[in-house]
C-alpha cells in the first residue's frame, strides 16, 4: 500500500469530515445571509421545474442509500438471512435507478444555465465546481455498476461497506482493506468525499436547511391574532 493510498483512503476522509463539520459551524456563526440555496428561479425558469425535483429525488435517494448500504453493519444483513450477492444486487439497481434520475435532472439544470444569458451572467466559478464536480461523481458511481458487475459476488462490496465503517470507528486500518479496488471505485470515494469539502464554501449548505425543514413537521404552530 503506498502513501497516496493511505492518505486519500486513511486520512483523507477525516480532512473532509472536518472541513465539512467545521466550516458548516463557522459558516452558519459567521455568513448567515449568504446560507441559501441561490434559487434563479427568478431570473429564469426554463427547465427548473423538471429538472430541479428529477436532481433531487435522485440525489436525494442517493445520499440515504449510501448511508444505509454503507453503514449498516454486514452481520446485520447477516442476521437478516440477506446474502451478499442479493444486497448487491438490490444496491446496483436502486442506486442506478437513483443515479440515472439525478443526472438527468442535473443534465438539464446544466443545459437550462448555460444556454441562458441571464443565468451565465450569475454563474458563478463555484457554481460550476459544484455542478461539474456532482455530475463527475454521479458519472463514475454509475460507471462503478459496470465494474459491479462482473463480480456479483457482493466481496468487493463487502470490502467498501468495511472501508466506510472502519472510517467512521476510527479505526487505523480503512484504507487497506480497499487497496486492490478497481481505480473507478478510488476515483469515485475521492469526488465524493470531495463533495463534503466543498460542502461549507457553496450553496450545498442549503442541504443542511433541507434536512433541518423536517423539524417543522413537529413543531408548535404559529399563532396568528389579529392584534
Ligand atoms: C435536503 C433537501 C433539499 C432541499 C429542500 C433543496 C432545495 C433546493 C432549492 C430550493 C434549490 C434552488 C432551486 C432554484 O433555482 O430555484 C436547490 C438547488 C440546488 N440543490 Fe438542493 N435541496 C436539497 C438537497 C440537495 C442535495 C442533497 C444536493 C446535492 C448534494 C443539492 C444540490 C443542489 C444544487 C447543485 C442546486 C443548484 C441547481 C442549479 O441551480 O443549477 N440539494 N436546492
Redesign the pocket.
Known amino acids: 500500500m503506498n502513501y497516496l493510498h493511505q492518505f486519500l483512503f486513511g486520512i483523507y476522509p477525516y480532512i473532509a469530515l472536518a472541513v465539512f463539520l467545521l466550516g458548516s459551524l463557522i459558516r452558519f456563526d459567521r455568513e448567515q445571509y449568504s446560507w441559501r440555496?441561490?434559487?434563479?428561479?427568478v431570473l429564469h425558469t426554463g427547465v427548473?421545474r423538471l429538472?430541479?425535483p428529477l436532481?433531487?429525488v435522485g440525489?436525494?435517494g442517493l445520499?440515504f442509500g449510501h448511508a444505509a448500504g454503507l453503514l449498516t453493519p454486514v452481520w446485520v444483513w447477516d442476521t437478516l438471512g440477506i446474502a451478499h450477492s442479493v444486497k448487491q444486487l438490490v444496491a446496483m439497481v436502486a442506486g442506478g435507478m437513483m443515479g440515472t434520475l439525478a443526472l438527468i435532472g442535473?443534465v438539464l439544470?446544466?443545459a437550462?444555465?448555460f444556454a441562458s444569458d441571464r443565468l451565465r451572467k450569475v454563474t458563478t466559478l463555484r457554481?460550476k465546481v459544484?455542478?461539474l464536480w456532482?455530475l463527475g461523481t454521479l458519472l463514475l458511481g454509475l460507471t462503478s455498476i459496470y465494474s459491479s458487475a462482473s463480480h456479483m459476488d457482493g466481496h468487493m462490496m463487502v470490502l467498501l461497506m468495511g472501508w466506510a465503517q472502519h472510517v467512521v470507528t476510527f479505526r487505523g486500518d480503512a484504507a487497506a482493506l480497499i487497496v486492490d479496488a478497481p481505480l473507478v471505485f478510488k476515483l469515485h470515494l475521492f469526488m465524493g468525499m470531495s463533495?463534503f469539502v466543498l460542502f461549507p464554501f457553496t450553496?450545498?449548505v442549503?442541504?443542511w436547511?433541507?434536512?433541518g425543514?423536517v423539524s417543522y413537521l413537529g413543531r408548535a404552530f404559529q399563532l396568528v391574532r389579529s392584534r
Open positions: 440555496s441561490e434559487s434563479s428561479q427548473l429538472g430541479s436532481f433531487h440525489v436525494i445520499f442535473l439544470l446544466l437550462r444555465r457554481d459544484v455542478l456532482i463533495l450553496r450545498l442549503h442541504v436547511s433541507g434536512f425543514a
